[in-house]
Protein backbone atom coordinates (compact mmCIF):
# COMPACT_ATOMS: atom_id res chain seq x y z
CA UNK A 1 0.00 0.00 0.00
CA UNK A 2 3.31 2.49 0.73
CA UNK A 3 4.00 1.32 -2.95
CA UNK A 4 0.37 2.69 -4.30
CA UNK A 5 0.88 5.94 -2.21
CA UNK A 6 3.98 6.43 -4.37
CA UNK A 7 2.14 5.41 -7.81
CA UNK A 8 -0.12 7.61 -6.73
CA UNK A 9 1.81 10.57 -6.24
CA UNK A 10 3.73 9.86 -9.02
CA UNK A 11 0.49 9.34 -11.24
CA UNK A 12 -0.26 13.01 -10.45
CA UNK A 13 2.78 14.55 -11.29
CA UNK A 14 2.92 13.01 -14.96
CA UNK A 15 -0.53 12.63 -16.04
CA UNK A 16 0.24 17.02 -15.73
CA UNK A 17 3.32 15.82 -17.56
CA UNK A 18 1.97 13.54 -20.33
CA UNK A 19 5.19 11.36 -20.30
CA UNK A 20 3.30 8.46 -21.85
CA UNK A 21 6.12 5.63 -20.60
CA UNK A 22 5.99 6.61 -17.09
CA UNK A 23 2.29 7.26 -17.13
CA UNK A 24 1.55 3.72 -18.44
CA UNK A 25 3.99 2.61 -15.73
CA UNK A 26 2.03 4.30 -13.15
CA UNK A 27 -1.73 2.53 -14.48
CA UNK A 28 -0.30 -0.61 -14.97
CA UNK A 29 0.62 -0.39 -11.12
CA UNK A 30 -3.10 0.36 -10.24
CA UNK A 31 -4.48 -2.32 -12.47
CA UNK A 32 -2.26 -4.46 -10.08
CA UNK A 33 -3.33 -3.18 -7.42
CA UNK A 34 -6.90 -3.26 -7.93
CA UNK A 35 -6.81 -7.18 -8.73
CA UNK A 36 -5.28 -7.47 -5.29
CA UNK A 37 -7.52 -5.62 -3.40
CA UNK A 38 -10.15 -3.43 -5.27
CA UNK A 39 -11.81 -1.83 -1.89
CA UNK A 40 -9.12 -0.90 -0.54
CA UNK A 41 -6.89 0.41 -3.80
CA UNK A 42 -10.49 2.27 -4.19
CA UNK A 43 -10.66 4.23 -1.52
CA UNK A 44 -6.95 5.11 -2.14
CA UNK A 45 -7.82 6.47 -5.09
CA UNK A 46 -10.64 8.45 -3.79
CA UNK A 47 -8.78 9.86 -1.55
CA UNK A 48 -6.03 11.03 -3.73
CA UNK A 49 -8.19 13.07 -5.80
CA UNK A 50 -6.68 11.75 -9.01
CA UNK A 51 -10.02 10.92 -10.22
CA UNK A 52 -10.56 14.61 -11.46
CA UNK A 53 -7.17 13.93 -13.59
CA UNK A 54 -8.52 10.71 -15.36
CA UNK A 55 -10.98 12.92 -17.27
CA UNK A 56 -8.21 14.60 -19.16
CA UNK A 57 -6.25 11.46 -20.03
CA UNK A 58 -9.34 10.24 -21.82
CA UNK A 59 -8.12 11.08 -25.19
CA UNK A 60 -8.53 9.45 -28.23
CA UNK A 61 -4.96 9.76 -29.11
CA UNK A 62 -3.62 8.96 -25.76
CA UNK A 63 -1.76 4.98 -26.25
CA UNK A 64 -2.62 5.07 -22.24
CA UNK A 65 -6.89 5.59 -22.78
CA UNK A 66 -7.94 1.54 -22.73
CA UNK A 67 -6.00 1.35 -19.50
CA UNK A 68 -7.84 4.59 -17.82
CA UNK A 69 -10.83 3.61 -18.55
CA UNK A 70 -10.56 -0.38 -16.96
CA UNK A 71 -9.23 1.83 -14.18
CA UNK A 72 -12.39 3.02 -13.97
CA UNK A 73 -14.02 0.18 -14.72
CA UNK A 74 -12.29 -2.05 -11.82
CA UNK A 75 -13.15 1.01 -9.57
CA UNK A 76 -16.97 1.50 -10.54
CA UNK A 77 -17.44 -2.03 -9.23
CA UNK A 78 -18.04 -0.21 -5.84
CA UNK A 79 -20.84 1.38 -4.89
CA UNK A 80 -19.27 4.03 -3.29
CA UNK A 81 -17.32 5.09 -6.39
CA UNK A 82 -19.88 5.15 -8.56
CA UNK A 83 -21.25 9.26 -7.83
CA UNK A 84 -17.42 10.54 -7.08
CA UNK A 85 -17.12 9.22 -11.25
CA UNK A 86 -19.98 11.37 -12.36
CA UNK A 87 -18.71 14.05 -10.09
CA UNK A 88 -15.48 13.93 -11.54
CA UNK A 89 -16.84 14.32 -14.49
CA UNK A 90 -15.33 11.02 -16.60
CA UNK A 91 -18.80 10.85 -17.92
CA UNK A 92 -18.81 13.05 -20.90
CA UNK A 93 -14.96 12.27 -21.98
CA UNK A 94 -16.41 8.39 -21.57
CA UNK A 95 -19.49 8.37 -24.04
CA UNK A 96 -16.82 10.53 -26.59
CA UNK A 97 -14.66 7.45 -26.71
CA UNK A 98 -17.42 5.58 -27.94
CA UNK A 99 -16.69 6.76 -31.15
CA UNK A 100 -13.27 5.23 -31.18
CA UNK A 101 -12.40 2.59 -33.60
CA UNK A 102 -9.91 1.10 -31.07
CA UNK A 103 -11.68 -2.41 -29.98
CA UNK A 104 -9.45 -2.44 -26.71
CA UNK A 105 -11.17 0.93 -26.17
CA UNK A 106 -14.43 0.47 -26.67
CA UNK A 107 -14.32 -2.66 -24.40
CA UNK A 108 -13.48 -0.97 -21.35
CA UNK A 109 -15.17 2.28 -22.21
CA UNK A 110 -18.43 0.14 -22.04
CA UNK A 111 -17.48 -1.44 -19.33
CA UNK A 112 -16.38 1.66 -17.34
CA UNK A 113 -20.19 3.36 -18.41
CA UNK A 114 -22.21 -0.24 -17.46
CA UNK A 115 -20.51 -0.02 -13.81
CA UNK A 116 -21.17 2.95 -13.23
CA UNK A 117 -25.00 2.95 -14.70
CA UNK A 118 -25.29 -0.18 -11.86
CA UNK A 119 -28.13 0.49 -9.15
CA UNK A 120 -26.73 4.21 -10.01
CA UNK A 121 -29.46 7.41 -10.41
CA UNK A 122 -26.67 9.43 -10.78
CA UNK A 123 -25.06 7.85 -13.19
CA UNK A 124 -27.29 7.03 -15.44
CA UNK A 125 -28.69 10.42 -15.80
CA UNK A 126 -25.26 11.62 -16.55
CA UNK A 127 -24.92 8.98 -19.38
CA UNK A 128 -28.49 9.83 -20.67
CA UNK A 129 -27.48 13.54 -20.79
CA UNK A 130 -24.38 12.25 -22.46
CA UNK A 131 -26.41 10.32 -24.94
CA UNK A 132 -24.42 7.65 -24.19
CA UNK A 133 -27.23 5.25 -25.14
CA UNK A 134 -27.77 5.88 -28.65
CA UNK A 135 -24.10 5.40 -29.69
CA UNK A 136 -23.98 2.09 -28.14
CA UNK A 137 -27.31 0.60 -30.14
CA UNK A 138 -25.78 2.20 -33.29
CA UNK A 139 -22.81 0.24 -32.69
CA UNK A 140 -24.79 -3.24 -31.75
CA UNK A 141 -26.97 -2.61 -34.98
CA UNK A 142 -23.56 -2.39 -37.13
CA UNK A 143 -21.64 -5.19 -35.53
CA UNK A 144 -24.74 -7.39 -34.86
CA UNK A 145 -23.22 -9.77 -37.61
CA UNK A 146 -19.75 -10.10 -36.92
CA UNK A 147 -19.07 -13.65 -34.77
CA UNK A 148 -15.24 -13.04 -34.14
CA UNK A 149 -14.66 -13.85 -30.51
CA UNK A 150 -13.13 -10.08 -29.96
CA UNK A 151 -16.88 -8.86 -31.00
CA UNK A 152 -18.59 -10.74 -29.56
CA UNK A 153 -16.88 -10.12 -26.38
CA UNK A 154 -17.63 -5.89 -27.25
CA UNK A 155 -21.13 -6.87 -28.24
CA UNK A 156 -21.60 -8.72 -24.64
CA UNK A 157 -19.97 -6.12 -23.06
CA UNK A 158 -22.54 -3.25 -24.95
CA UNK A 159 -25.95 -5.56 -24.18
CA UNK A 160 -24.49 -5.17 -20.15
CA UNK A 161 -24.08 -1.84 -20.47
CA UNK A 162 -27.62 -1.00 -21.84
CA UNK A 163 -28.82 -3.45 -19.11
CA UNK A 164 -27.33 -1.64 -16.29
CA UNK A 165 -28.34 1.69 -17.44
CA UNK A 166 -32.25 0.73 -18.40
CA UNK A 167 -32.80 -1.87 -15.15
CA UNK A 168 -35.69 -1.26 -13.26
CA UNK A 169 -36.26 2.54 -15.03
CA UNK A 170 -39.49 2.75 -17.16
CA UNK A 171 -38.51 5.99 -18.97
CA UNK A 172 -35.13 4.56 -19.88
CA UNK A 173 -36.52 1.34 -20.90
CA UNK A 174 -39.06 3.27 -22.62
CA UNK A 175 -36.14 5.40 -24.63
CA UNK A 176 -34.05 2.24 -25.58
CA UNK A 177 -37.79 0.78 -27.05
CA UNK A 178 -37.90 3.62 -29.02
CA UNK A 179 -34.51 3.29 -30.21
CA UNK A 180 -35.34 0.44 -31.94
CA UNK A 181 -33.12 -1.83 -29.40
CA UNK A 182 -35.84 -4.66 -29.57
CA UNK A 183 -35.11 -6.08 -32.94
CA UNK A 184 -31.59 -5.51 -32.90
CA UNK A 185 -31.59 -7.59 -29.63
CA UNK A 186 -33.68 -10.60 -31.12
CA UNK A 187 -31.43 -10.15 -34.37
CA UNK A 188 -28.03 -10.45 -32.16
CA UNK A 189 -29.80 -13.97 -29.99
CA UNK A 190 -30.58 -15.52 -33.44
CA UNK A 191 -26.82 -14.88 -34.69
CA UNK A 192 -24.47 -15.57 -31.73
CA UNK A 193 -27.07 -18.07 -30.07
CA UNK A 194 -23.33 -20.48 -29.73
CA UNK A 195 -22.09 -17.65 -27.31
CA UNK A 196 -23.53 -18.18 -23.70
CA UNK A 197 -22.21 -15.34 -22.08
CA UNK A 198 -23.84 -12.80 -25.20
CA UNK A 199 -26.61 -15.25 -25.08
CA UNK A 200 -27.46 -14.69 -21.14
CA UNK A 201 -26.43 -10.82 -21.50
CA UNK A 202 -29.45 -10.52 -24.00
CA UNK A 203 -32.04 -12.65 -22.36
CA UNK A 204 -31.77 -10.55 -18.98
CA UNK A 205 -31.92 -7.55 -21.34
CA UNK A 206 -35.01 -8.83 -23.16
CA UNK A 207 -36.56 -9.57 -19.15
CA UNK A 208 -35.79 -6.09 -18.74
CA UNK A 209 -37.26 -4.77 -21.72
CA UNK A 210 -40.81 -7.20 -21.94
CA UNK A 211 -41.97 -5.93 -18.32
CA UNK A 212 -42.71 -2.73 -19.99
CA UNK A 213 -46.14 -2.88 -22.01
CA UNK A 214 -45.04 -0.40 -24.59
CA UNK A 215 -42.65 -3.10 -25.76
CA UNK A 216 -44.74 -5.91 -26.67
CA UNK A 217 -45.87 -4.49 -30.23
CA UNK A 218 -42.12 -4.62 -31.32
CA UNK A 219 -41.28 -8.01 -30.02
CA UNK A 220 -44.59 -9.37 -31.74
CA UNK A 221 -43.24 -7.79 -34.53
CA UNK A 222 -40.03 -9.70 -34.38
CA UNK A 223 -39.04 -13.54 -34.59
CA UNK A 224 -38.40 -13.58 -30.73
CA UNK A 225 -40.79 -16.63 -30.29
CA UNK A 226 -38.77 -18.60 -32.93
CA UNK A 227 -36.07 -17.48 -31.60
CA UNK A 228 -36.57 -18.19 -28.05
CA UNK A 229 -37.95 -21.85 -28.44
CA UNK A 230 -35.22 -23.18 -30.40
CA UNK A 231 -32.73 -21.41 -27.65
CA UNK A 232 -34.91 -23.44 -25.00
CA UNK A 233 -34.90 -26.71 -26.81
CA UNK A 234 -31.22 -26.58 -26.78
CA UNK A 235 -30.71 -25.87 -22.71
CA UNK A 236 -30.32 -28.82 -20.39
CA UNK A 237 -29.51 -26.79 -17.28
CA UNK A 238 -32.10 -26.24 -15.10
CA UNK A 239 -31.00 -21.99 -14.66
CA UNK A 240 -30.80 -21.51 -18.03
CA UNK A 241 -34.01 -23.12 -18.85
CA UNK A 242 -35.22 -20.65 -15.74
CA UNK A 243 -33.90 -17.86 -17.56
CA UNK A 244 -35.62 -18.36 -20.61
CA UNK A 245 -38.90 -18.66 -18.91
CA UNK A 246 -38.35 -15.41 -16.61
CA UNK A 247 -38.43 -13.86 -20.60
CA UNK A 248 -41.20 -16.09 -22.21
CA UNK A 249 -44.02 -15.58 -18.96
CA UNK A 250 -43.87 -11.46 -19.72
CA UNK A 251 -44.29 -11.66 -23.24
CA UNK A 252 -46.98 -14.57 -23.45
CA UNK A 253 -49.43 -12.07 -21.99
CA UNK A 254 -49.49 -10.65 -25.36
CA UNK A 255 -51.64 -12.27 -27.57
CA UNK A 256 -50.08 -12.17 -30.72
CA UNK A 257 -46.68 -13.38 -29.21
CA UNK A 258 -49.09 -16.44 -27.92
CA UNK A 259 -49.95 -17.61 -30.78
CA UNK A 260 -46.42 -17.23 -32.22
CA UNK A 261 -45.06 -19.27 -29.36
CA UNK A 262 -47.55 -21.80 -29.70
CA UNK A 263 -46.81 -22.42 -33.73
CA UNK A 264 -42.84 -22.40 -32.75
CA UNK A 265 -43.90 -25.30 -30.54
CA UNK A 266 -43.39 -23.91 -27.29
CA UNK A 267 -46.65 -26.15 -25.88
CA UNK A 268 -44.77 -29.51 -26.69
CA UNK A 269 -41.37 -28.31 -24.96
CA UNK A 270 -43.61 -27.71 -22.54
CA UNK A 271 -45.55 -30.72 -22.13
CA UNK A 272 -41.90 -32.37 -22.52
CA UNK A 273 -40.78 -30.72 -19.19
CA UNK A 274 -44.54 -31.76 -17.20
CA UNK A 275 -43.60 -35.50 -18.47
CA UNK A 276 -39.73 -35.55 -17.44
CA UNK A 277 -40.67 -33.73 -14.21
CA UNK A 278 -43.80 -35.06 -12.71
CA UNK A 279 -42.72 -37.53 -10.58
CA UNK A 280 -39.70 -35.82 -9.14
CA UNK A 281 -39.13 -34.69 -5.44
CA UNK A 282 -36.24 -32.21 -6.52
CA UNK A 283 -36.47 -28.75 -5.18
CA UNK A 284 -35.54 -27.34 -8.96
CA UNK A 285 -37.78 -30.16 -10.85
CA UNK A 286 -40.95 -29.07 -8.96
CA UNK A 287 -40.44 -25.42 -9.90
CA UNK A 288 -40.23 -26.07 -13.09
CA UNK A 289 -43.12 -28.20 -13.29
CA UNK A 290 -45.06 -25.56 -11.84
CA UNK A 291 -43.52 -22.70 -13.96
CA UNK A 292 -43.94 -25.18 -17.34
CA UNK A 293 -47.57 -25.35 -16.37
CA UNK A 294 -48.54 -22.36 -15.70
CA UNK A 295 -47.64 -20.61 -18.96
CA UNK A 296 -48.94 -23.38 -20.13
CA UNK A 297 -52.19 -21.95 -19.06
CA UNK A 298 -51.37 -18.57 -19.97
CA UNK A 299 -50.87 -19.35 -23.14
CA UNK A 300 -54.45 -20.78 -23.56
CA UNK A 301 -55.59 -17.42 -22.19
CA UNK A 302 -55.60 -16.13 -25.67
CA UNK A 303 -58.61 -16.80 -27.91
CA UNK A 304 -56.35 -17.87 -31.50
CA UNK A 305 -53.80 -19.41 -29.21
CA UNK A 306 -56.48 -21.56 -27.35
CA UNK A 307 -58.56 -22.40 -30.71
CA UNK A 308 -55.75 -23.76 -32.19
CA UNK A 309 -54.50 -26.07 -29.08
CA UNK A 310 -57.90 -26.98 -28.83
CA UNK A 311 -58.61 -28.42 -32.64
CA UNK A 312 -61.94 -29.72 -32.20
CA UNK A 313 -61.68 -31.38 -28.95
CA UNK A 314 -58.98 -33.77 -31.26
CA UNK A 315 -55.56 -31.15 -29.99
CA UNK A 316 -53.34 -33.89 -28.96
CA UNK A 317 -52.27 -30.96 -26.61
CA UNK A 318 -55.97 -30.52 -25.18
CA UNK A 319 -56.00 -34.08 -24.51
CA UNK A 320 -52.33 -34.10 -22.85
CA UNK A 321 -53.83 -31.40 -20.59
CA UNK A 322 -57.02 -33.52 -19.22
CA UNK A 323 -54.54 -36.50 -18.41
CA UNK A 324 -53.26 -33.82 -15.48
CA UNK A 325 -56.76 -33.64 -13.78
CA UNK A 326 -56.89 -37.33 -12.50
CA UNK A 327 -53.23 -36.99 -11.20
CA UNK A 328 -51.72 -37.16 -7.84
CA UNK A 329 -49.59 -33.92 -8.60
CA UNK A 330 -51.53 -30.88 -7.39
CA UNK A 331 -49.69 -28.62 -9.33
CA UNK A 332 -50.97 -30.82 -12.49
CA UNK A 333 -54.52 -30.76 -11.19
CA UNK A 334 -54.66 -27.11 -10.61
CA UNK A 335 -52.98 -26.21 -14.18
CA UNK A 336 -55.19 -28.74 -15.85
CA UNK A 337 -58.42 -27.65 -14.09
CA UNK A 338 -57.46 -23.78 -15.50
CA UNK A 339 -56.37 -25.24 -18.22
CA UNK A 340 -60.19 -26.28 -18.94
CA UNK A 341 -61.62 -22.93 -17.62
CA UNK A 342 -59.65 -21.26 -20.58
CA UNK A 343 -60.96 -24.01 -23.03
CA UNK A 344 -64.44 -23.21 -21.99
CA UNK A 345 -64.59 -19.77 -23.13
CA UNK A 346 -66.93 -20.22 -26.12
CA UNK A 347 -70.43 -22.37 -26.39
CA UNK A 348 -68.66 -24.79 -29.01
CA UNK A 349 -66.00 -25.49 -27.37
CA UNK A 350 -68.11 -26.16 -23.56
CA UNK A 351 -70.61 -28.41 -25.55
CA UNK A 352 -67.97 -30.80 -27.05
CA UNK A 353 -66.09 -31.06 -23.29
CA UNK A 354 -69.40 -31.65 -21.34
CA UNK A 355 -70.56 -34.12 -23.85
CA UNK A 356 -67.31 -35.61 -23.69
CA UNK A 357 -67.11 -36.60 -20.20
CA UNK A 358 -65.31 -33.58 -18.71
CA UNK A 359 -67.70 -32.79 -15.65
CA UNK A 360 -67.04 -35.97 -14.31
CA UNK A 361 -63.39 -35.85 -14.36
CA UNK A 362 -64.10 -31.88 -12.85
CA UNK A 363 -66.23 -33.85 -10.00
CA UNK A 364 -64.37 -36.38 -9.17
CA UNK A 365 -61.15 -33.79 -8.91
CA UNK A 366 -63.79 -31.93 -6.38
CA UNK A 367 -64.51 -35.03 -4.51
CA UNK A 368 -60.77 -35.48 -3.80
CA UNK A 369 -60.57 -31.99 -2.12
CA UNK A 370 -63.56 -31.65 -0.14
CA UNK A 371 -61.48 -32.70 3.58
CA UNK A 372 -58.49 -30.20 3.98
CA UNK A 373 -58.38 -30.36 0.43
CA UNK A 374 -55.81 -27.32 -1.71
CA UNK A 375 -58.01 -24.42 -2.20
CA UNK A 376 -56.46 -23.47 -5.30
CA UNK A 377 -57.56 -26.83 -7.14
CA UNK A 378 -61.08 -25.86 -5.49
CA UNK A 379 -61.13 -22.95 -7.11
CA UNK A 380 -59.85 -23.90 -10.61
CA UNK A 381 -62.34 -26.70 -10.87
CA UNK A 382 -65.34 -24.72 -9.59
CA UNK A 383 -64.05 -21.35 -12.49
CA UNK A 384 -63.78 -24.67 -15.08
CA UNK A 385 -67.72 -25.95 -14.03
CA UNK A 386 -68.93 -22.62 -14.06
CA UNK A 387 -67.71 -21.52 -17.75
CA UNK A 388 -68.86 -25.37 -18.64
CA UNK A 389 -72.06 -24.02 -17.13
CA UNK A 390 -73.16 -21.04 -19.59
CA UNK A 391 -74.44 -22.84 -22.51
CA UNK A 392 -77.90 -23.36 -22.17
CA UNK A 393 -77.73 -27.19 -23.74
CA UNK A 394 -75.28 -27.73 -20.73
CA UNK A 395 -77.07 -26.87 -17.99
CA UNK A 396 -79.64 -29.86 -17.80
CA UNK A 397 -76.76 -32.33 -18.61
CA UNK A 398 -74.90 -30.77 -15.77
CA UNK A 399 -77.56 -30.79 -13.46
CA UNK A 400 -78.35 -34.45 -14.15
CA UNK A 401 -74.59 -35.51 -13.63
CA UNK A 402 -74.94 -33.77 -10.15
CA UNK A 403 -72.96 -31.23 -10.27
CA UNK A 404 -74.86 -29.06 -7.82
CA UNK A 405 -74.11 -31.96 -5.10
CA UNK A 406 -70.27 -32.22 -5.74
CA UNK A 407 -70.48 -28.01 -5.78
CA UNK A 408 -72.74 -27.94 -2.29
CA UNK A 409 -69.86 -29.95 -0.24
CA UNK A 410 -68.12 -26.92 -0.43
CA UNK A 411 -70.67 -24.54 1.46
CA UNK A 412 -68.60 -24.59 4.62
CA UNK A 413 -65.74 -23.27 3.04
CA UNK A 414 -64.21 -20.13 4.65
CA UNK A 415 -61.92 -19.24 1.23
CA UNK A 416 -63.75 -16.54 -0.42
CA UNK A 417 -62.73 -17.29 -3.60
CA UNK A 418 -64.36 -20.50 -3.52
CA UNK A 419 -67.03 -19.17 -2.09
CA UNK A 420 -67.42 -16.79 -5.24
CA UNK A 421 -66.70 -19.46 -7.53
CA UNK A 422 -69.09 -22.42 -6.20
CA UNK A 423 -71.65 -18.63 -5.96
CA UNK A 424 -71.07 -18.62 -9.75
CA UNK A 425 -71.42 -22.11 -10.67
CA UNK A 426 -74.61 -22.64 -8.90
CA UNK A 427 -76.13 -19.20 -10.36
CA UNK A 428 -75.49 -20.74 -14.11
CA UNK A 429 -76.58 -23.85 -13.22
CA UNK A 430 -80.35 -22.62 -11.78
CA UNK A 431 -81.90 -21.47 -15.82
CA UNK A 432 -84.30 -24.33 -14.99
CA UNK A 433 -87.20 -24.38 -12.81
CA UNK A 434 -86.94 -27.66 -11.15
CA UNK A 435 -83.26 -26.87 -10.18
CA UNK A 436 -83.89 -23.71 -8.86
CA UNK A 437 -86.83 -24.45 -6.57
CA UNK A 438 -85.12 -27.47 -5.11
CA UNK A 439 -81.65 -25.60 -4.41
CA UNK A 440 -84.04 -22.65 -3.13
CA UNK A 441 -85.58 -25.05 -0.53
CA UNK A 442 -82.51 -25.87 0.47
CA UNK A 443 -82.23 -24.33 4.24
CA UNK A 444 -78.69 -25.02 4.81
CA UNK A 445 -78.05 -23.17 1.40
CA UNK A 446 -80.07 -20.08 2.03
CA UNK A 447 -78.64 -19.75 5.43
CA UNK A 448 -75.48 -19.76 4.41
CA UNK A 449 -76.76 -17.66 1.40
CA UNK A 450 -78.04 -15.01 3.74
CA UNK A 451 -74.50 -15.15 5.63
CA UNK A 452 -72.11 -14.21 2.63
CA UNK A 453 -74.57 -11.54 1.81
CA UNK A 454 -73.10 -9.66 4.68
CA UNK A 455 -69.46 -10.54 3.83
CA UNK A 456 -68.54 -6.98 3.19
CA UNK A 457 -65.02 -7.01 3.34
CA UNK A 458 -65.63 -9.54 -0.15
CA UNK A 459 -67.76 -7.72 -2.24
CA UNK A 460 -67.71 -10.57 -4.83
CA UNK A 461 -69.17 -12.77 -2.59
CA UNK A 462 -71.70 -10.32 -0.95
CA UNK A 463 -72.78 -9.72 -4.89
CA UNK A 464 -73.00 -13.32 -5.65
CA UNK A 465 -74.52 -14.50 -2.83
CA UNK A 466 -77.29 -11.57 -3.54
CA UNK A 467 -77.49 -12.76 -6.97
CA UNK A 468 -78.02 -15.99 -7.00
CA UNK A 469 -80.96 -15.59 -3.87
CA UNK A 470 -82.87 -13.12 -6.32
CA UNK A 471 -82.30 -15.88 -9.02
CA UNK A 472 -83.60 -18.78 -6.76
CA UNK A 473 -86.71 -16.59 -6.68
CA UNK A 474 -86.98 -15.49 -10.09
CA UNK A 475 -86.37 -18.96 -11.67
CA UNK A 476 -88.32 -21.64 -9.45
CA UNK A 477 -91.45 -18.42 -8.92
CA UNK A 478 -92.06 -21.11 -5.68
CA UNK A 479 -93.81 -19.91 -2.56
CA UNK A 480 -91.95 -22.43 -0.79
CA UNK A 481 -88.51 -21.08 -1.89
CA UNK A 482 -89.89 -17.61 -0.81
CA UNK A 483 -90.65 -18.81 2.52
CA UNK A 484 -87.61 -20.29 3.00
CA UNK A 485 -85.91 -17.19 2.08
CA UNK A 486 -88.22 -15.03 4.39
CA UNK A 487 -87.42 -17.50 6.91
CA UNK A 488 -83.60 -16.96 6.76
CA UNK A 489 -84.00 -13.36 6.93
CA UNK A 490 -83.20 -12.81 3.21
CA UNK A 491 -85.31 -10.55 2.53
CA UNK A 492 -83.47 -7.10 3.54
CA UNK A 493 -80.42 -8.29 1.68
CA UNK A 494 -82.85 -8.48 -1.64
CA UNK A 495 -83.98 -4.53 -0.35
CA UNK A 496 -80.84 -3.36 -0.61
CA UNK A 497 -79.51 -5.13 -3.64
CA UNK A 498 -82.21 -2.65 -5.28
CA UNK A 499 -80.02 0.09 -4.28
CA UNK A 500 -76.78 -1.63 -6.11
CA UNK A 501 -74.61 0.74 -8.30
CA UNK A 502 -74.90 -2.13 -10.92
CA UNK A 503 -78.50 -1.83 -13.01
CA UNK A 504 -78.19 -5.65 -13.81
CA UNK A 505 -78.34 -6.31 -10.06
CA UNK A 506 -80.77 -3.57 -9.62
CA UNK A 507 -83.25 -5.19 -11.74
CA UNK A 508 -82.92 -8.82 -10.55
CA UNK A 509 -83.43 -7.47 -7.10
CA UNK A 510 -86.62 -5.70 -8.27
CA UNK A 511 -87.94 -8.74 -9.92
CA UNK A 512 -87.36 -10.95 -6.85
CA UNK A 513 -89.37 -8.49 -4.96
CA UNK A 514 -92.24 -8.62 -7.36
CA UNK A 515 -92.71 -12.00 -6.99
CA UNK A 516 -92.40 -12.12 -3.65
CA UNK A 517 -95.43 -9.42 -2.90
CA UNK A 518 -97.04 -11.25 -5.45
CA UNK A 519 -96.59 -14.90 -4.38
CA UNK A 520 -96.31 -14.36 -0.57
CA UNK A 521 -96.78 -10.65 0.39
CA UNK A 522 -97.86 -11.80 3.66
CA UNK A 523 -95.16 -13.83 5.42
CA UNK A 524 -92.14 -11.09 3.84
CA UNK A 525 -94.56 -7.89 4.99
CA UNK A 526 -92.37 -6.80 8.34
CA UNK A 527 -89.11 -7.75 6.69
CA UNK A 528 -89.57 -5.82 3.44
CA UNK A 529 -91.19 -2.23 6.12
CA UNK A 530 -88.30 -2.80 8.37
CA UNK A 531 -85.71 -2.79 5.21
CA UNK A 532 -87.67 0.66 3.92
CA UNK A 533 -88.16 -1.01 0.58
CA UNK A 534 -91.42 1.58 0.12
CA UNK A 535 -88.58 4.88 0.79
CA UNK A 536 -86.48 3.02 -2.12
CA UNK A 537 -88.48 2.63 -4.47
CA UNK A 538 -89.37 6.31 -3.93
CA UNK A 539 -85.83 7.40 -4.61
CA UNK A 540 -85.16 5.18 -7.80
CA UNK A 541 -88.54 6.55 -9.03
CA UNK A 542 -87.55 10.24 -8.66
CA UNK A 543 -83.75 9.93 -9.34
CA UNK A 544 -83.22 11.20 -12.94
CA UNK A 545 -80.42 8.66 -13.39
CA UNK A 546 -82.54 5.63 -12.83
CA UNK A 547 -82.15 3.26 -16.19
CA UNK A 548 -85.57 2.78 -17.78
CA UNK A 549 -85.68 -0.92 -16.44
CA UNK A 550 -85.09 -0.02 -12.82
CA UNK A 551 -88.14 2.72 -12.95
CA UNK A 552 -90.61 0.10 -14.80
CA UNK A 553 -89.76 -2.69 -11.73
CA UNK A 554 -90.31 -0.32 -9.16
CA UNK A 555 -93.80 0.25 -10.66
CA UNK A 556 -94.29 -3.32 -11.07
CA UNK A 557 -93.76 -3.84 -7.54
CA UNK A 558 -95.80 -0.18 -6.33
CA UNK A 559 -98.70 -1.97 -7.40
CA UNK A 560 -98.10 -5.49 -6.12
CA UNK A 561 -97.34 -4.21 -2.53
CA UNK A 562 -100.76 -2.50 -2.79
CA UNK A 563 -101.89 -5.93 -1.24
CA UNK A 564 -100.47 -5.13 2.15
CA UNK A 565 -101.93 -2.32 4.05
CA UNK A 566 -99.19 -1.11 6.26
CA UNK A 567 -97.20 -1.08 2.83
CA UNK A 568 -100.23 0.81 1.31
CA UNK A 569 -99.80 3.28 3.85
CA UNK A 570 -96.41 4.26 3.31
CA UNK A 571 -96.62 4.78 -0.38
CA UNK A 572 -99.80 6.88 0.01
CA UNK A 573 -98.06 8.94 2.78
CA UNK A 574 -95.18 9.23 0.03
CA UNK A 575 -96.75 10.90 -2.41
CA UNK A 576 -96.40 8.82 -4.94
CA UNK A 577 -98.72 9.86 -7.48
CA UNK A 578 -96.48 12.99 -7.99
CA UNK A 579 -93.78 11.48 -9.23
CA UNK A 580 -95.66 8.38 -10.92
CA UNK A 581 -97.44 11.14 -13.22
CA UNK A 582 -94.01 12.70 -14.51
CA UNK A 583 -93.22 9.27 -15.84
CA UNK A 584 -96.58 9.28 -17.98
CA UNK A 585 -94.19 11.29 -20.37
CA UNK A 586 -91.39 9.27 -20.08
CA UNK A 587 -89.40 8.94 -23.86
CA UNK A 588 -89.74 4.91 -22.90
CA UNK A 589 -92.60 3.77 -23.87
CA UNK A 590 -92.92 0.88 -21.49
CA UNK A 591 -91.88 2.90 -18.61
CA UNK A 592 -94.78 5.72 -19.94
CA UNK A 593 -97.47 2.95 -20.34
CA UNK A 594 -96.80 1.44 -16.60
CA UNK A 595 -96.79 4.86 -15.23
CA UNK A 596 -100.45 5.10 -16.87
CA UNK A 597 -100.77 2.04 -14.95
CA UNK A 598 -99.52 2.66 -12.08
CA UNK A 599 -101.00 6.09 -11.73
CA UNK A 600 -104.45 4.58 -12.20
CA UNK A 601 -104.10 1.86 -9.44
CA UNK A 602 -102.61 4.54 -7.22
CA UNK A 603 -105.74 6.67 -7.89
CA UNK A 604 -108.41 4.08 -7.70
CA UNK A 605 -107.04 2.59 -4.46
CA UNK A 606 -106.91 6.19 -2.85
Not at 158 to 175: I, K, P, R, T
Not at 392 to 411: H, R, Y
Not at 576 to 602: C, G, P
Amino acid sequence: MDNLSDTLKKLKITAVDRTEDCLEGCLDCLLQALAQNNTETSEKIQGSGILQLFANLLTPQSSCTAKVANIIAEVAKNEFMRIPCVDAGLISPLVQLLNSKDQEVLLQTGRALGNICYDSHEGRGAVDQAGGAQIVVAHLRSLCSRTDPANEELLTVFCGMLMNYSNENDSLQAQLINMGVIPTLVKLLGIHCHNAALTEMCLVAFGNLAELESSKEQFASTNIAEELVKLFKKQIEHDKREMIFEVLAPLAENDAIKLQLVEAGLVECLLEIVQQKVDSDKEDDIAELKTASDLMVLLLLGDESMQKLFEGGKGSVFQRVLSWIPSNNHQLQLAGALAIANFARNDGNCIHMVDNGIVEKLMDLLDRHVEDGNVTVQHAALSALRNLAIPVVNKAKMLSAGVTETVLKFLKSEMPPVQFKLLGTLRMLIDAQEAAEQLGKNVKLVERLVEWCEAKDHAGVMGESNRLLSALIRHSKSKDVIKTIVQSGGIKHLVTMATSEHVIMQNEALVALALIAALELGPAEKDLESAKLVQILHRLLADERSAPEIKYNSMVLICALMGSESLYKEVQDLAFLDVVSKLRSHENKSVAQQASLTEQRLTVES
